[in-house]
């Protein structure tokens, strides 16, 4: 009975405790209230509650080693990642517009003199230690939405300078003579063991740098699209011309190489054999996040977002085409990961298919919160087919990632997977 009171108490005060948290950490404001028309279904409030509750926990506060705040995915990543929190921040804007931009200058503060910013700030001891070549570039786009939330301008005053060092930086070591883009090697793109890159394993990569990227590609789009509105809008009109020019001749890039009408997608191209790396997964969407297609060439991949057999399984955008001959549910090879799958409903919206973002991004948040009802937390990454994790693989095959991490997704994860909640906040009035 004691047992079952604690149980009750815990239960009831779990939001406030919470709150008091997030105020002791400096937070301004309560987290924003589930949308009322879709407050109907109970078990979602407490999901969407739970999960902001677990990203404030995962929020670090300054100390005397650590200056800044600082994101990090889950207790077992103690580090802040340059993509991870670049999506972090993106849920955090909705709550509280001022934490998302600390969470912008703390990877700023080790930005390299060449312009670099790494893949990681790892917390070793007492002391931050940038770390590895890079990841995806999605800070200038993140830093653009966090200023549409918040409108201060002095915030983008303040991180254009290091963003578009950043942005010079990429364009020197990791773009092709055409103007595509490539990564270094396969976990500088975030998705470690995806088919286009290595095997299963990792026991086998290919060298990135033969290719052009469609997913770097478009966020490089994306960079240059989000710097050029940030150039407007503190008077910077050269640099407005010269990344409008950028943006125009990548799009026509991307849409004359990487563009397979026959598929009806993006994919990368291999320059070894001049011709398309013909895997489908979830990264051929990232370019309508930038605004790289017309509108035909959209509306075919909003058909194949809709399409049951690829990406509107159960939960939506799984990494790989569930059609996919290499479709497996390990890591990038099946699974769902929210960020991508955030980035697929914020494309097929920004082309006008209000309803189906709609729909897909009810898909998405509901299969985070159906999971967590079924088993108990967040994770890394989500089966496309079911609530649960049991099908679910790390890398297997890979005896030292298995040892290192284990077997299963990372759990008390409230890293990007918080996007469940930002799609609610963004769709739910739609559902």
Not at 219 to 245: F, I, P, Q, T
Request: hydrophobic share 40%.
């Amino acid at each position: 009975m004691k047992i079952l009171h604690f149980t009750l108490f815990f239960f009831l005060t779990t939001h406030a405790f919470a709150s008091d948290l997030c105020f002791n950490k400096g937070v301004s404001r309560p987290y924003p209230e589930y949308p009322a028309q879709v407050a109907r279904d109970a078990g979602w409030v407490e999901a969407y509650d739970a999960l902001f509750a677990k990203l404030c926990r995962n929020l670090k506060t300054p100390n005397r080693f650590f200056r800044g705040y600082r994101a990090h995915p889950s207790p077992r990543y103690i580090a802040a990642y340059l993509w991870d929190t670049a999506f972090i921040a993106q849920v955090w804007m909705y709550w509280d517009p001022k934490i998302a931009q600390e969470l912008m200058y703390y990877l700023l503060r080790f930005q390299k003199k060449s312009g670099i910013i790494h893949h990681a700030v790892l917390e070793i001891l007492v002391k931050p230690y940038p770390y590895s070549d890079s990841q995806p570039p999605i800070l200038a786009w993140t830093s653009w939405r966090i200023f549409e939330k918040s409108g201060d301008v002095e915030f983008l005053r303040k991180v254009y300078p290091g963003l578009k060092r950043y942005h010079e930086w990429l364009k020197l070591n990791r773009r092709h003579p055409d103007g595509l883009y490539f990564w270094k090697k396969p976990y500088e793109s975030g998705i470690d063991n995806s088919p286009r890159f290595t095997n299963r394993s990792e026991s086998w990569m290919d060298d990135t740098t033969k290719l052009a990227s469609a997913d770097i590609s478009a966020y490089m789009a994306g960079s240059m699209e989000a710097l050029e509105k940030m150039a407007r809008v503190l008077g910077y009109e050269n640099d407005a011309h010269e990344l409008s020019a950028e943006y125009a001749h990548l799009k026509f890039m991307m849409n004359t190489k990487l563009w397979n009408e026959a598929e009806g997608t993006y994919f990368d191209w291999d320059y070894r054999k001049n011709a398309h790396v013909k895997v489908d997964t979830v990264s051929n969407f990232s370019p309508m996040a930038a605004g790289i297609p017309d509108s035909y060439q959209a509306k075919r991949l909003v058909q194949k977002a809709m399409d049951p057999k690829k990406y509107n399984t159960k939960i939506p955008f799984p990494s790989v085409s569930r059609d996919e001959k290499t479709f497996v549910k390990d890591m990038w090879r099946g699974p769902v990961w929210i960020n991508m799958a955030y980035l697929g409903v914020y494309g097929v919206n920004r082309y006008g298919y209000r309803s189906e973002a709609a729909y897909l991004g009810k898909k998405v948040a509901g299969g985070v919160f159906e999971t967590w009802k079924n088993v108990g937390n967040f994770y890394e990454f989500y089966d496309p087919e079911r609530y649960d994790i049991k099908e679910l693989h790390r890398k297997k095959g890979n005896l030292w990632k298995r040892i290192e991490m284990g077997s299963k997704p990372v759990k008390n994860f409230a890293g990007w997977t918080a996007l469940a909640n930002t799609l609610v906040l963004e769709y739910g009035e739609d559902w």
